[in-house]
């Protein structure tokens, strides 16, 4: 009974002073380490010995690529180790005590930056609230979550089918590679958590450590060890295919059809005006999207082509227009011509010969026939001899007036026989402008498919 008294106060005893040991046990182990640790001072082993540290990166989220700007902004988990050598215990001696969590501002901290930084506003990793784990064997472990805005060279010469790579630098500022080098903690960036983007698929994300010289310029030129994590992404073009490539297509074949109006509706121009005007509000939209570079993406080139393309189209249109116009003074058209264009040309173009059945010169001598048989008609009335005299008179006012008539019905005749002859010659000029509007058809729709051709193969 009483032995069983002694056991279990012994063991509450153990229980409670052990606690309060183990927090005491922190607190001393903190003052044992902190109370001659100057965090100023790079914590290498030697003063002349290297501090290696190590970093990891890890690419959550890309937020942002910014064409126009030319920047990136991605959401990023910095991992960060080294070896203070202050900061080293014997976790036997301190009960086993492996592992201290402190805030990042006690202990010593590499100056490391990233090169590309475009953020006016980031005032560095050190300034801001993160702890930092020690191990007991001096390794330093400082992971920083935060959101980056760099620099990248963005190439949009084959948007929106075009890859990207963006360099994320990471270094000390002021410590040379003989104070502080870096080493990638892997050989790539970590894309574990990476979040899917809509806009951009990320293809690799590569770790490259580097020794290089900088300040030269200015004489002191130092030799400074980074670790470049390289993203490369490409972009998913399904988007600017549906919204921006195929209706760039369809107006540029859709203004073909416009040769195919007739030039009676006079719907011709403003059709062509409204497309070219479509036109160039999608090269406006490009614009907005694509940074004012000298190299033109590709899909720029072929907006600007269809623009020039459409531009001749519609000034073709104008002198088809003006062919067929025959309102002022009606000229027939030239034998040659009709040889060439209604008959080889639209034979050619599939149109039937167009030549057809029209004489060469419309001039008749109908009006000619009409008044011998009128003067026949006359040479054989017959006379009577009884009623002479007055059948006579009779006769002479008959004849005058059918030759006043015969007179009036000649220049009706021929009036009506110019008529038909400017219609003609009117009909054949229109026949000569649809006989253009083909041809001009033919050659924009071959030229449109030649240029999409070679711009599928340039890409
Ligand atoms: C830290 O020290 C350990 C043991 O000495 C070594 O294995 C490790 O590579 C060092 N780490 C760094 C970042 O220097």
Request: hydrophobic share 40%; with cysteine.
């Amino acid at each position: 009974m009483e032995i069983s008294w002694i056991v279990a106060v012994l063991v509450m005893y153990t229980y409670v002073i052990g606690r309060t040991t183990g927090i005491d046990l922190q607190r001393s182990l903190y003052n044992h380490l902190f109370d001659k640790y100057n965090k100023a001072l790079r914590p290498s082993s030697t003063p002349n010995s290297t501090l290696i540290v190590e970093i990891g990166v890890e690419l959550t989220h890309l937020i942002d690529m910014n064409e126009k700007h030319q920047t990136l902004t991605a959401n990023l988990w910095l991992t960060m180790g080294w070896n203070d050598s202050y900061l080293r215990w014997n976790d036997s001696e301190w009960r086993g005590i492996t592992e201290l969590t402190v805030p990042d501002s006690y202990v010593w901290k590499p100056d490391i930056v990233l090169y590309e930084n475009v953020d006016q506003y980031f005032k560095g990793w050190s300034k801001s609230e993160t702890y930092v784990k020690l191990h007991h064997n001096g390794y330093v472990l400082w992971e920083i979550p935060t959101v980056t805005l760099s620099s990248c060279q963005v190439n949009v010469s084959s948007f929106p089918f075009d890859r990207q790579k963006c360099p994320l630098k990471f270094g000390p500022w002021i410590h040379s590679s003989y104070e502080v080098e870096m080493r990638s903690m892997a050989g790539e960036g970590s894309l574990t958590s990476f979040m899917i983007n809509a806009e951009w698929n990320v293809l690799s994300f590569t770790a490259q450590t580097h020794i290089k010289s900088y300040g030269e310029a200015f004489d002191i030129g130092t030799p400074y060890s980074d670790v470049t994590f390289v993203l490369e992404f490409q972009r998913k073009s399904t988007f600017y295919v549906f919204n921006l490539l195929l209706p760039c297509l369809l107006l540029t074949f859709l203004m073909s059809t416009m040769f195919y109006l007739p030039l009676e509706t006079g719907e011709k121009l403003s059709f062509g005006v409204s497309i070219l005007l479509a036109i160039v509000v999608f090269q406006l939209v490009l614009n907005e999207v694509l940074p004012e570079s000298e190299d033109l993406p590709w899909i720029g080139r072929y907006v600007i082509l269809a623009m020039i393309m459409m531009s001749v189209s519609l000034s073709l249109s104008v002198m088809v227009m003006n062919v067929c116009d025959c309102s002022i003074t009606v000229r027939p058209m030239p034998q040659w011509a009709r040889r060439l264009f209604l008959k080889v040309l639209a034979q050619l173009l599939f149109m039937g010969d167009m030549s057809n059945g029209r004489p060469t010169t419309l001039q008749t001598d109908e009006t000619e026939t009409f008044q011998m048989d009128l003067n026949i008609e006359r040479s054989t009335t017959p006379l009577d001899p009884h009623d002479q005299s007055e059948y006579q008179i009779g006769t002479e006012i008959l004849a005058s007036n059918l030759r006043k008539i015969e007179r009036k019905h000649s220049f009706l005749i021929s009036y009506m026989k110019e008529m038909d002859r400017k219609e003609e010659v009117r009909k054949e000029w229109r026949a000569l402008a649809k006989v253009l509007d083909r041809l001009f058809f033919f050659i924009y729709i071959l030229t449109a498919t030649v240029c999409l051709v070679v711009f599928v193969a340039t890409l």
